[in-house]
């Protein structure tokens, strides 16, 4: 593959950062919390040739600015609307994992002219239950704590203890390790301002609070396809029962012993399914 090309575009006074590669039906992905473009990037050789493939890092993430601001689920699809305003594109197939799928759907609910179909990776929005590790950071006080964990002597030890456990012949799975390299991107101020931001906006002590339940019967239904791992440990896999129930003739595809990162621990199934669904719809 060839090396990819960072872009930034300016919205609303603030650097959003893209990847833009290949050519064909637009395809726009869109990462969870702690993520970035990065979590992506590993698909685009696989599907760019057929396929025009733009990856955003969503404000508060990655390479793209961190202000201070509203990091809502409508916020986010607005700024992914202005995005794609910039770039001339009328009409996408939307990819969110995580919270990428929470922002998707809203993107959906408010813009239907712009999305042909929809493909939710381990989504949220799709019920309650979320880890309590993400509940932890809606709490009071975790502006507090949060300096703390990320600090370096906090992230080297840590670290030595992965290398050490590595030269046993214990390896960490996907999902640690993807989630351990977001939370170590949280080491200025500005990134842990954001997560807290993000993460309080969809979630509470007690688990989600926007559930997309209660405006998907007031949409359209389109060709919907979603994506989880049987061993998601961060939110639980039976969500995709529940959509499957409320979207007519959505698709689901579960990667058995996959975590919350199905696209990360097989990739080349999930281009093979996202490839044949955008082909067959």
Known sequence: MEPLTRRTVTVHGHELSYLDSGTGAVVLFIHGILGSQRQWTHLIDRLQDDHRLIVPDLFGHGESDKPV?????????????????????????????SLGGGIAMVFYYLFPSRVKRLVLVSSGGLGREVNPVLRAASLPGAEWVLPVLTSGWIRTGAESAGRALSRAGLRAGTDITTIWQGFTSLGDAASRRAFLA?????IDPGGQTVNAHDYLPDVEPIPTLIVWGSRDRMIPAWHAIGAQKAVPECRV?????????????????????????????
């Open 69 to 97: 601001g509203d990091y809502s689920l409508g916020a986010h699809a607005a700024t992914l609307r202005d995005l794609l305003d910039r770039l001339g594109i009328e009409q996408v197939t939307l990819v969110g994992h």
């Open 198 to 202: 993000t993460t309080r906006a969809v």
């Open 253 to 281: 595809e579960l990667f058995e012993g996959a975590g919350h990162f199905p696209h990360l621990d097989e990739p080349d199934r999930f281009a093979d399914v996202l490839r044949d669904f955008i082909a067959t719809t």
